[in-house]
Structure formats: C-alpha cells, structure tokens
C-alpha cells in the first residue's frame, strides 16, 4: 500500500477521468466537502470503508487504487446493467472510462455488429484483457464452454487465453463495443 498521499492523488484522478466534480463526490459519500478535500490534497486520514466505496462506484479494483497497479484478471467478470461500474453504464458512457482502465496499451475500442443468420464462430484464444459491452439487442458470450446471455447494457472483463466466442441471441442484430488491452 502506498501512502495516503498517492492514494489521494490516485482518486482524483480517477474521479476527473470520470467526469465528477470533487463536490458531487463528497456529496454521494456523505462526508463534509472540507474533510474530503484533505482526503484528495495529501490523503489525510482517509478510511479504507471510503476507498472502497470510491473503488466500487467507479468500477476500478480496490488494489488499483491502493498501490496504482490494476489487478490480475484471472478469469472473467460479467457485469449485469446497472450494477455501479463505470465503465458498464451504457447512458452516459465515455471512451475515457475505458481509457483508464486499461492505462497500458489500447486498442482502438471497435465497434462490432452481428446478424442473427451469421455462423457461430470457433472459439479464439488470445494475450491481453478484453472488454465487450452490448449496445443493442442480445449476445451470447461462450467463455471456456459455458454460454451466457447478454443483454443491452450488460458487460464482461475476461482473460482471452480462454477459449471464447460471441454470437448473435435471438432475431435482432447484435452490437457490441469490444476493447482489448495488451
């Protein structure tokens, strides 16, 4: 853990990347405007509980903000809409959540369209992270064999070692934003 100088640094940077004002963050945490600025300015007396929540509305790990390295993702993580994440609102969405969350390389986020008569594809493997969010209609996302439904809004983070694949749910046309970070 790094100091709560750097922790507080770490947090406003994250919430400026966000799009929120330190104000509305105070606010939404419930702690005086003053007090949450010495959290920001040199991290002065901040309570884990108050990281943690900061983590959680802002969708990072608790360990990213803590020691500034993210997590290693070992499998997946499926995120239902409206569930607090940031990158995972679809209103409101901003190409720079995703911007910090993969603050290593990035690959132009692509915009990908599936018809309901296309082919289910074979499963590919790949290095990095990946992220896919569905913009409209349904998906079924196949990771390491087992098939989960997609809805509009709905996210997964996975490990691309493990076998995977997306395919179109029902008679509608599937788009999804899919991201993949070295």
């Known amino acids: 853990m790094d100091d709560l100088r750097e922790i507080g640094q770490r947090i406003a940077e994250l919430r400026e990347a966000c ?10 945490l419930g702690v005086e405007k003053a007090v949450y600025a010495g959290y920001e300015e040199n991290g002065q007396d901040i309570p884990i509980s108050v990281i943690y929540r900061i983590a959680r509305k ?9 020691t500034g390295t ?6 997946y993580h499926i995120i239902k809409a409206g569930q607090g994440r940031s990158i ?3 209103e409101g969405y901003r190409y720079q ?20 008569s296309d082919l289910p594809a074979e ?16 998906m079924i996302f ?15 983070y996975f ?24």
């Open 97 to 116: 959540d995703l911007a910090f969350r993969y603050s290593h390389k990035i690959m132009q986020p692509l915009l990908v369209t599936l018809d309901p």
């Open 19 to 28: 799009g929120t004002t330190r104000d509305e963050l105070a606010a939404e």
């Open 159 to 182: 490990n691309p070692i493990h076998p995977h694949g997306q395919r179109c749910e029902g008679n509608e046309k599937t788009i999804f934003l899919t991201v993949i970070a070295e």
């Open 88 to 90: 995972n609102r679809y």
């Open 142 to 156: 196949t990771f390491d064999g087992r098939d989960f439904i997609l809805d509009k809004g709905d996210s997964v």
């Open 123 to 138: 499963p590919v493997t790949h290095g990095g992270q990946e992220f896919n969010m569905v913009i409209e209609g349904k």
């Open 70 to 75: 993210a997590a290693k993702l070992n499998t």
């Open 58 to 66: 802002f969708g990072v790990d608790l360990t990213e903000i803590l």
